[in-house]
Nanobody, 115 residues
Framework: QVQLVESGGGVVQPGGSLRLSCKAN????????ISWFRQTPGKEREWVGS????????EYADSVKGRFTISRSAPLNTVYLQMNNLSPEDTAVYYC????????WGQGTQVTVSP
């Protein structure tokens, strides 16, 4: 059964860091493009970044470039989103998406950046 499970969200102060995990079950994440998105109430889901499959290429939205880093552990079948220098504007529910024969989404993990 194909499944994506996010974890690692929480509450952090401005300037702090968090690392989110996206655990893939039922398929090898290294063989597919995995993307991170985020969403706040009343707004559309916003693309944060992606890591491609065979040819490793990582792309970021301008709003997070230089602060967020996407990486992957093939043995753990997990994709990570390292978030540094967080600001209140980064507060959102963060989702990972697998680009397989169709899209698969995780359940999301809440990130709150607050003093």
């Amino acid at each position: 059964q194909v499944q994506l499970v996010e974890s690692g969200g929480g509450v952090v102060q401005p300037g702090g860091s968090l690392r989110l995990s996206c655990k893939a079950n039922g398929f090898s994440a290294a063989n597919y493009r995995i993307s991170w998105f985020r969403q706040t109430p009343g707004k559309e889901r916003e693309w944060v970044g992606s890591i491609r499959d065979i040819v490793v290429k990582i792309e970021y939205a301008d709003s997070v470039k230089g602060r967020f880093t996407i990486s992957r552990s093939a043995p753990l079948n997990t994709v990570y989103l390292q978030m540094n220098n967080l600001s209140p504007e980064d507060t959102a529910v963060y989702y990972c998406k697998g680009h397989l024969w169709r899209e698969f989404w995780g359940q999301g993990t809440q990130v709150t950046v607050s003093p």
